[in-house]
């Protein structure tokens, strides 16, 4: 197993030492040596794979040439020109008492999550929703086109991905090679180390020096991270890492500063879009009069565009396509400040339920959050997840902060003060701007809450008694946060070392006692012996899965109206669309994922249609009430018709009562019945106020758009009742709406014809063709009337649009 | 100068006591984070291996 994964290893270890000599041009401090190295690595392992993606040459082959060239080319030159005449000589220190003691803890804690990683492939379950979706996909294809799945995370920059990809891909792509997506995520906890160490280096703290590194790193959230296959932790490490440099650009103003600044921005920008409000520490550590001279002056100006440059090279590949196609960088994602729009997109984050009551009690409108960092819980219990875990620095950072900034205004180190201000700045970009409200958003904040924590041991003589006391403080929070989070890195550890014990470690034995049901469906669609299938699925609750952890199954899938809504994708409208690819695509296999929450509740419409159409389809595998695995059966005679022009679209079933039921009632009772072949409402409208009812039926027939109108005959209404039709999309917010005009006082019978494509009234981003369901509301025209009568309804149809009518 | 130096002490002090009673309180209400998850792996693994 080891032979194939030593590969990834060496890549990124030759790009480091290819990369380490020229370090020494810039600066002769091994710690920001390192993480200039460590920067410019990631740098190359993105532009590498972006380059290679959009020649769609994105393979291990390729890479290992590509990662060849450019390391002999980076050592040939420096060796061959005289530039290496200017390197500086390295500045070693004699490390303390305190840091060596705290280095080696950290070291040991590291080793045993290297070792963890082997044990558990990746576990969370946003990697397998979409972080490993788009590393198989990727594999696949070559290339970094999105899955074809309709989620914004599709379509975001994916630089953390991209390092699981480059270790995944270097390693041969199988089984094993699913477990190092994870490990390869673990080096972002020493980048991020690292840069608060270059941080409290230019901020003079002299006395973190010891501790700050070990304790950046042993941030519980840090270690839990990685092997959970989440970004956060890369996110921070870039985002500190350009908040280190923009301190350095502060202090020294070298051009290289900057250069860095933009690189590690850019890279953060790649990893997570909410950098654009988590840079807020970076804008207030750079807002000075003596930077902004500096930026504009002649030489700065003329590298300029090099700075641009680099700030793209971590995620332009994403977001200058969308810019020239949509005008908006971040699509799909709108963004809006107050009620205007600036740039405009299919999904917005105004109606996103917060996540709150996940780790607050009950009912807490967010107050709670101010004694969160004293008693992490999440869901009523004490305990670290990979949504959250700050440690016990973080709170001590959280109150320590206050004093602080006094001592940095007081001593009118301004640069110290704004530096201070990243703590509240983060918190408060992450309590106004990120509406899910989960902790692992704000995780740069454990490293700004440590600043706060060196200014005051920079002031606590260490030789007194409040500083022995201080500094024993730190050592058992930093200890207990390394052990504390090592354990929770890796779920029911005990279970996962006894399984390795009886040599039964597998990705299969994992899942299995990981996600129940669920797991038992992954094993079975990785087996071994199947050489690679076609796959599909109702629901997203699962995608990476679907490949199998060899990687060879081949996974397809075509949006319905019930996916988000983005542009330019093709719907499958009804159940022959949805037939016809599965035929064209080959489909083997099927996947229902129902959701734990919903039980049999069908919520998707490709459910649905199988549901319904159960004959179509073969049971291949059941497990529990929660995963079933259907193969598409073709008979001939439904061959033989499903590629023939459509038959008129069939619209009896809305006449029928079985389809419909009350959806609200209001001030009155309803009875849904049949009257030969038409739909009877009977209703009682017997109160004085405003009576009501809401009817409602499924429809997704999808293809409103080819017919101007919708037809139906009405019989035994009146203009005392208001009659309206609704039809609404799968996201019922959007939707639009008809008044159905009455003849007069006395019921009559009329023809009734809707215009489709113009409604009465109509939601921002209503799309006729996403149409599931139509409602029919039914009120009294004057509230104090009472009515008894009924309505009867029938032949409903499409018709093409009538000039002149 | 010698009401200086002890207000500055005092502070010092204080902000160290603040941190310390935060580390505190926060090992105080975690501390099962580390005792349950070793219990449990001395007995599930390192029992295990005993018996074996």
């Known amino acids: 197993m080891t032979q194939i994964l030593w590969l990834p290893f060496l890549c990124t270890g030759a790009t480091l030492t290819a990369v380490w000599p020229w370090t020494a041009l810039y600066d002769r401090r091994p710690a920001l040596r390192c993480l200039t190295a460590a920067v410019a690595t990631s740098g190359w392992i993105v532009g590498i794979c972006c380059f290679l993606s959009a020649l769609g040459w994105l393979n291990r082959t390729m890479l290992l040439l590509a990662t060849a060239g450019f390391t002999t080319t980076l050592l040939a030159l420096w060796w061959t020109t005289p530039l290496h005449r200017h390197a500086r000589p390295l500045e070693l220190r004699r490390p303390t008492r305190l840091g060596l003691l705290l280095g080696t803890l950290t070291a040991v804690l590291y080793t045993a999550l290297l070792l963890a990683g082997w044990l558990v492939p990746p576990y969370g379950w946003d990697t397998l929703v979409y972080h490993l979706t788009v590393i198989f996909q990727a594999a696949q294809t070559g290339s970094l086109t999105p899955f074809p799945f309709p989620a914004a995370q599709f379509y975001f920059p994916q630089v953390g991905e991209l390092h699981s990809l480059w270790f995944f891909l270097l390693a041969g792509s199988g089984e094993h090679a699913w477990r190092l997506t994870g490990i390869a995520l673990i080096p972002f906890a020493l980048t991020a180390g690292l840069a608060m160490r270059i941080a409290a280096e230019a901020l003079e703290l002299k006395r973190a020096l010891p501790w700050i590194l070990p304790a950046t790193m042993l941030t519980p959230l840090m270690l839990i991270q990685p092997l959970a296959g989440y970004v956060d932790a890369a996110f921070t490490a870039f985002l500190l890492a350009g908040f280190a440099f923009a301190l350095l650009a502060a202090v020294h103003r070298r051009g290289s500063d900057f250069a860095f600044c933009a690189l590690s921005c850019g890279l953060a920008m790649g990893t997570k879009i909410s950098f654009l409000y988590f840079c807020l520490p970076i804008v207030v550590v750079l807002a000075s009069w003596p930077v902004l001279r500096s930026l504009v002056s002649r030489s700065a100006l003329y590298r300029v565009p090099l700075w641009i440059a680099l700030f793209l090279l971590g995620c332009g590949y994403w977001l200058v396509p969308h810019a020239t196609k949509t005008g908006n960088p971040l699509y799909p994602i709108a963004v809006k400040v107050g009620s205007t729009t600036l740039l405009p997109g299919p999904v917005s984050t105004e109606n996103v339920a917060s996540e709150r009551q996940r780790y607050l009690d009950d009912g807490d409108s967010g107050w709670g959050w101010w004694t969160y960092p004293f008693n992490e819980k999440l869901r009523s219990k004490t305990q670290y997840s990979p949504e959250n875990g700050f440690g016990p620095l973080f709170a001590a950072g959280f109150v320590a902060l206050p004093f602080a900034l006094w001592i940095a205004v007081r001593d009118k180190r301004w640069l110290l003060a704004r530096a201070l201000l990243a703590l509240p700045a983060t918190l408060l970009a992450w309590a106004v701007l990120s509406p899910w409200e989960h902790p692992r958003y704000a995780l740069p904040a454990c490293g700004f809450a440590l600043l706060a924590l060196a200014v005051i041991t920079a002031r606590v003589p260490r030789l007194t008694v409040s500083g022995a006391l201080l500094h024993l403080a730190l050592v058992a929070g930093i200890t207990f946060s390394g052990v504390a989070g090592l354990l929770a890195a890796t779920p029911d550890l005990p279970r996962a070392l006894s399984l390795t014990k009886k040599g039964q470690s597998s990705p299969a034995t994992f899942y299995h006692y990981r996600y129940g049901p669920y797991g038992h469906a992954f094993s079975w669609l990785s087996a071994a012996e199947r050489s690679g299938s076609t796959v599909t699925f109702t629901s997203p609750y699962f995608i990476a899965p679907l490949y199998g952890w060899h990687g060879r199954n081949r996974v397809v899938y075509r949006p319905n109206p019930s996916d988000p809504s983005l542009a330019g994708q093709t719907l499958l409208l009804d159940y022959r669309d949805w037939r016809k690819f599965l035929h064209q695509e080959e489909v083997e296999y099927v996947v229902v994922w129902k959701h734990w929450q919903d039980g049999q509740k069908p919520r998707r419409i490709s459910e649905r249609w199988l549901v319904e159409n159960l004959s179509d389809f073969r049971l291949v595998q059941q497990y529990s009430d929660t995963v079933q695995i259907y193969e598409p059966i073709f008979r001939s005679e439904e061959l033989a018709t499903l590629y023939q022009p459509r038959s008129p679209i069939d619209l009896e079933r809305l006449s029928q009562p079985e389809n419909w039921r009350a959806e609200y009632v209001q001030g009155g009772t309803v009875a849904i019945g049949e009257a030969g072949e038409r739909l009877r409402i009977s209703y009682d409208f017997n109160t004085p106020q405003n009576d009501y009812l809401d009817l409602r039926a499924e429809t997704y027939w999808g293809r409103w758009p080819e017919f101007g109108n919708l037809n139906f005959d009405l019989a035994g209404a009146s203009d005392s009742v208001l009659l309206f039709v609704y039809l609404k999309e799968h996201n019922a917010r959007r939707m639009c709406r008809y008044q159905v005009k009455l003849n007069g006082s006395k019921p009559s019978s009329q023809s009734i014809s809707l215009n489709l494509q113009q409604p009465d009234w109509q939601t921002d981003g209503f799309d006729v063709t996403r149409v599931t369901e139509m409602h029919l509301v039914l009120e009294d025209a004057l509230d104090e009337d009472t009515l008894t009568s009924e309505i009867s309804i029938s032949n409903f149809h499409l018709q093409q649009p009538q000039s002149g009518a | ?52």
Do not use: N
């Not at chain 2, 603040?18 to 505190?24: K, Q, W």
């Not at chain 2, 005792?35 to 001395?42: I, S, W």
């Open chain 2, 1 to 52: 100068m010698k009401a200086t130096k002890a207000l500055e002490t005092a502070r010092r002090w204080l902000a160290t006591l603040l941190i310390v009673t935060a580390v505190a309180i926060y090992l105080a209400k975690h501390h099962q984070l580390v005792l349950v998850p070793l219990r449990t792996f001395m007995e599930a693994f390192i029992g295990t291996g005993t018996r074996s």
